[in-house]
């Protein structure tokens, strides 16, 4: 899998094959980019890295500022000033991505530091990333979880330089900088450096080992070079105060001659980040190959938690690499909070859970079990220092509240963990928090008015109380789990019986159409609030536009009036946005798991694609990775509820490693998919040879490993179309654990 991953793939502007049918009737509100960048990254590490031009998205690109349509295009080429740390994957941010420490080989002075050079002959794997800039010099940098070593191959030159500037950070468009606030910087032998910015009330420390041994070393303020010394110090830094400010390595070059530079970072000071450089990459000098080989074989591992099987090295690239996007974030930093004494699991990069709660952290749950209940603990932590349960929390002092985005949604995630019983968490603990975080901002409407607005508050809150039940259950507060059940039936607040959406209301980047078929805990009450079944079914249609005309994307900058046409569509935003990610199965709980098959089906084949152009939208730290990968195996998560609902795979044969051991997804009748052919649709299934009649199975199903064969033809059968078979609502007629006795 590793060598089929293409990080390149979501770097620049949607570029995808004309859509058909379905597809072509969706409509892209966000920018049409995928945001991520091509550096190295680790799994789940601290540390990224790559060139830097300063454009949108992440500080890689060639873009302008960008908030919907095609990005204005800032570069026409590839270009790069140096090579910078730890960046966002995928989101749209904007001006909230990091770039901090920039690495500069030159062969020019130092005056010339900000130089654009064309970057040639890129090339990158997981782990590691590669460029020729138009100076001659050849760059190669990998990571470790909290490390970075570079290496340059310089060409013969009389004074060649390895510049470093801890002043910059953010991305060059407007009001995109990152200024420190406070900074010092420190020499400590030929060689040796270290320091440490204050960034967005986030201290950031750096301890750099250079090898060039006969170089000179030097630290420069504003440009000009402090010969012989030895500290910069920085009390108080403001944008109209800023002057650039950095250390240099500088001397002679032969032809080829190669320099090793190896940064380790920390948040807890300069000391811890010489440790973290000595635990990822040994004493040094030449760590580079064996970083790299070691990062190489840490993503082997990961991707390797999932097998798939298909002879289109094109479909296996674009498998491959959405997996290896949805691995990288959030960063995980165990004993790193700088905010907090505490020694457990700290993590930053939630960005935000609004974007991953969905699909990314079921797949977490999934594959890395270990990981997931880390950053569980982690966001209970964050909710006890800084009082709320993140929406997106970064590398800065205080959670990003993104309180429009969603409430409650950490809840979901808490909730699947407990209900599928994995160890590491103290559950009495993380149900004070869970409760406590429900009662603040938006939560405060809910429970003087039975609703908030956005109404799609309304939802969250619900389910959250719902999610906290789980965990209220599982440590026995009966009184908690009563007390939660009417606040959790306040879902239904959020309706217009009169329509069977939403009642109007604002919403956050789509329409109360996007958001009026998510998957609530008590969904057959949700349809007959819709007037049943037919009708259900027949909103659904035309959400997803069948019968429709094909529509127009926005173009660059679109104007307020060609947007509000597009939203005036009520239409599937066709994964280029969170909001709707989930409402292709909400089919099923109407019976039409067929529906569900010709939605997915169109989105897979004509939503993602190979080339730097791949991906509809944001990936949004992998939320949009995840989704083509549990789509493309046929299993969809509920998140919060321990729930996989069931579809036609994309591939003849798949293997996902779990907690269990293995859960296989094996075919008969498969026909390898392509765009415009004929769909796949689920005839009959077993599970480890039982029949199988129910189109969903609970996470500790999946969890505990099996084999589901899954019977495909070109046309629909009566499988999963009969109530009991539905999947589970929570005020239905059985049970769910007494469903799970009676089926397969």
């Known amino acids: 899998m590793l060598e089929r991953v293409d990080p390149f793939i979501g770097t620049e502007v949607t570029d995808l094959p004309a859509p058909s049918g379905l597809a072509a009737t969706w409509w892209w509100p966000k920018p049409q980019v995928g945001n991520t960048h091509p550096g190295a990254a680790y799994p789940l590490g601290m540390v990224s890295a790559c060139a830097y031009s300063g454009a949108y998205p992440t500080g890689y690109g060639r873009y302008e500022l960008s908030t919907e349509g095609v990005p204005a ?63 001659g010099i050849r760059c190669e940098v990998t990571v470790g979880p909290r490390s970075a070593v570079h290496r340059y191959t310089f060409p013969a030159h009389r004074d060649a330089r390895l510049v470093v500037d801890l002043s910059l950070g953010g991305l060059a468009i407007p009001y995109g900088a990152t200024i420190p606030l406070r900074a010092h910087l420190q020499a400590l032998t030929p060689g040796v450096a270290q320091g440490e910015i204050v960034v967005e009330g986030a201290p950031l420390s750096v301890h750099a080992e250079c090898d060039a041994d006969q170089w000179r070393q030097m630290l420069w303020y504003d440009r000009r070079l402090m010969p012989g010394g030895t500290r910069l110090d920085f009390d108080s830094i403001r944008p109209t105060t800023l002057r650039p400010f950095g250390l240099m390595w500088a001397g002679p070059t032969e032809p080829g001659q190669v320099v090793e530079l190896r940064l380790g ?116 932590h964050i909710c006890e220092e800084e009082g709320n349960l993140p929406i997106g929390y970064r590398m800065s002092r205080g959670a990003d509240q993104f309180s429009r985005q969603g409430s409650a949604l950490a809840q979901t995630f808490l909730a699947d963990l407990c209900q599928l019983g994995l160890p590491g968490m103290d559950w009495e603990w993380a149900l004070v928090h869970m409760h406590n975080d429900l009662r603040r901002m938006y939560g405060e409407d809910f429970l003087l008015r039975g609703e908030a607005h956005p109404v799609s508050h309304t939802l969250d809150l619900a389910f959250g109380y719902w999610c906290t039940s789980k965990v209220a259950e599982h440590v026995g507060d009966r009184a908690l789990v009563a007390q939660f059940a009417p606040l959790a039936a306040q879902w239904v607040n959020a309706f217009d019986p009169a329509t069977g959406l939403l009642k109007d209301s604002t919403f956050y980047e789509g329409g109360r159409w996007n958001y009026s078929f998510r998957l609530v805990h008590d969904m057959a009450a949700r349809i007959a609030l819709a007037g049943g079944d037919e009708a259900f079914v027949a909103l659904l249609d035309r959400f997803f536009g069948f019968g429709a005309a094909p529509v127009s994307q926005p173009g660059v900058r679109p104007s307020a009036g060609e947007m509000a046409r597009g939203y005036a569509l009520d239409r599937f935003e066709g994964l280029n946005n969170e909001p709707d990610m989930e409402a292709p199965w909400a089919y099923q709980y109407a019976g039409r798991p067929d529906r569900t098959a010709e939605v997915v089906h169109a989105a897979l084949n004509h939503q993602f694609g190979t080339g730097r152009g791949g991906l509809p939208g944001n990936d949004d730290s992998g939320g949009l990775s995840s989704w083509y990968v549990w789509a493309s195996l046929g299993i969809f998560p509920v998140a919060g509820q321990n729930l996989f609902l069931l579809n036609a795979p994309s591939f003849r044969h798949a293997r996902v490693s779990v907690g269990g051991g293995t859960f296989e997804i094996a075919t008969a009748g498969f026909t390898e998919p392509e765009p415009g052919g004929p769909v796949q649709y689920v005839r009959s299934a077993r599970l480890d040879g039982v029949p199988l009649e129910r189109t969903w199975l609970s996470g500790n199903e999946v969890h505990a490993g099996g084999t589901l064969l899954l019977e495909l033809a070109a046309t629909p059968s009566d499988w999963g179309t009969a109530v009991a078979h539905r999947p589970p609502s929570s005020a239905g007629p059985t049970p769910l654990s007494a469903e799970m006795s009676s089926s397969p």
């Open 73 to 135: 295009t800032m570069h026409e080429r590839q270009v790069a000033s140096g090579f910078t740390h730890f960046q966002q994957s995928g989101t749209g941010a904007i001006r909230k991505y990091y770039n901090y420490f920039r690495v500069t080989p030159m062969l020019e002075p130092l005056d010339s530091l900000g130089t654009l050079w064309d970057v040639l002959e890129e090339e990158a794997e997981p782990g590691w990333y590669a460029a020729t800039l138009a100076s």
């Open 265 to 380: 970072f920390s948040l807890r000071g300069e000391e811890q980040a010489r440790k973290n450089l000595y635990r990822d990459c040994g004493a040094g000098p030449g760590s580079f190959d064996t970083r790299r080989a070691a990062t190489a074989q840490v993503w082997r591992d990961h991707l390797g938690t999932i097998a798939v099987d298909t002879p289109s090295a094109e479909r296996e690239t674009i498998f491959s690499t959405a997996l290896y996007h949805s691995l990288l974030k959030p960063c995980l930093a165990r004993g790193e909070s700088p905010f907090w004494p505490a020694d457990g699991p700290f993590a930053f990069d939630i960005s935000t859970m609004w974007d991953i709660y969905r699909t990314q952290l079921p797949l977490l749950t999934t594959l890395v079990p270990e990981r997931a209940v880390e950053l569980a603990e982690a966001l209970v």
